[in-house]
């Protein structure tokens, strides 16, 4: 089984699909009994540095889900090898940094090097995962948006509500904008080298954007975000994902992505007018349906697919990321259910 790039990119560019593209955020890792056996002799970070392995990750899906994209298996954290940031994922936990970045003196020496000598093993497993993919599959590259990867700076590790990066944006906000003025300049030279190795697409991950409110969003966010979205979309499209982020929508599509990952808080028919025209959306099943029995995942799906109503640029994804419980049959099937649902209304033979 396999899935068609060229069904997801004409989906970025609005234009007409044979069906409607879908492909699952965190679909290479968690749920894949051959990515756990993989992980029962590599640690996490021993594969995503491992160009090899980290190429066959990738392109796993693509011949298991049969999902019309593939996700280039690395991580949002990766980047900060190259800064000088000391980290580890531990499991259970996720990210954790041995330092939490607060003060001047830690944001001064946080070193800005280029994409290829901070993560060189990065670009060689783009390459070949472009080659291996050929037609069957778009390739989308990430990073973290600035904000999310500031989170784990300063936070130290995942939180529910980032109370330090809060404060940290009040108290110092001169600070904070050099922060995010350096994690842009990072971001924008470890996605320019992902697109130049083949990414199609590159998504910025801004999964906990969430906590802020819209005022604080607009004035100390949203200009880094725009400035890395500015410096990326002469190259290829790119997507926006966050959750619990509804009250930010207008302000979100204001910062210039090409598309955007809507969670599963807000329905497709809610959040397509409200991001305005001539953007591409991601979206949006809730991952936890994914384990409910076949006859509820089957109608939370169509009822997404009906949300989205065949209009021109829907990306069939989950809302957040794949819940590592789930069944990849499931997941399999559902592949099967959204190409099953039909072309968009101006591929249909005339009746
Ligand atoms: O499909 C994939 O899983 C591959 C690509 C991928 C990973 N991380 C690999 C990974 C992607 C797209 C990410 C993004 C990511 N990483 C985000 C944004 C998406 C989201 O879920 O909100 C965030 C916040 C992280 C940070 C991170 N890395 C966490 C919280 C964790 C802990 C555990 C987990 O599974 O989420 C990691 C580690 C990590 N990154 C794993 C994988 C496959 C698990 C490591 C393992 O195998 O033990």
């Given amino acids: 089984m396999s899935g068609e790039s060229q069904r997801f990119l004409a989906a970025t560019r609005l234009q007409p699909v044979d069906a409607t593209p879908v492909w699952f955020m965190r679909q290479a890792g968690r749920c894949l009994p051959q990515y756990r056996a993989l992980r029962e002799r590599y640690s996490f970070l021993e594969l995503a540095t491992n160009s090899e392995l980290s190429a066959d990750v990738t392109c796993l899906p693509v ?23 000391d980290f580890e994922i531990r499991e259970g936990t996720g990210p954790v940094i041995a330092e939490p970045i607060r003060s001047e003196a830690q944001v001064r020496d946080l070193r800005v090097i280029p994409a290829q000598e901070a993560t060189p093993y990065l670009f060689p497993a ?41 404060s940290l944006i009040h108290s110092d906000p001169e600070l904070w904008g050099r922060l995010m003025t350096t994690l842009t300049e990072v971001l924008a030279r470890y996605l320019t080298a992902q697109a130049e190795a083949g990414a199609d697409v590159v998504q910025l991950f801004d999964s906990w954007v969430g906590v802020l409110d819209r005022a604080t969003f607009t004035r100390h966010v949203a200009p880094h975000l725009e400035a890395l979205i500015r410096r990326l979309r002469p190259m290829l499209p790119v997507v926006y994902f966050s959750t619990s982020s509804s009250h930010l929508l207008e302000a979100i599509a204001a910062t210039g992505p090409d598309g955007v990952s809507v969670d599963w808080r807000l329905s497709l028919a809610e959040a397509w007018p409200r991001l305005g025209p001539g953007r591409f959306i991601q979206g949006n099943l809730d991952p936890a349906a994914v384990l409910a029995p076949w006859p509820a995942l089957e109608s939370a799906a169509q009822e997404v697919l009906r949300q989205a109503a065949h209009r021109p640029g829907h990306i069939f994804n989950l809302g957040h990321g794949v819940l590592p419980d789930s069944d990849p049959d499931r997941l399999r099937r559902l592949v099967e259910l959204v190409h099953e649902w039909g072309p968009s209304p101006a591929q249909r033979p005339a009746s």
């Fill in 63 to 85: 011949d298991l889900l049969g999902v019309d994209a593939a996700v280039v298996f690395a991580d949002i954290m990766l980047p900060l090898q190259g800064m000088g940031v």
């Fill in 126 to 166: 783009i390459r070949d995962a472009r080659q291996r993919l050929a037609e069957r599959a778009g390739l989308v590259g990430f990073g973290a948006a600035p904000f999310t990867l500031a989170c784990y700076l300063v936070e130290g590790r995942g939180s529910r509500d980032y109370p330090h990066v809060r």
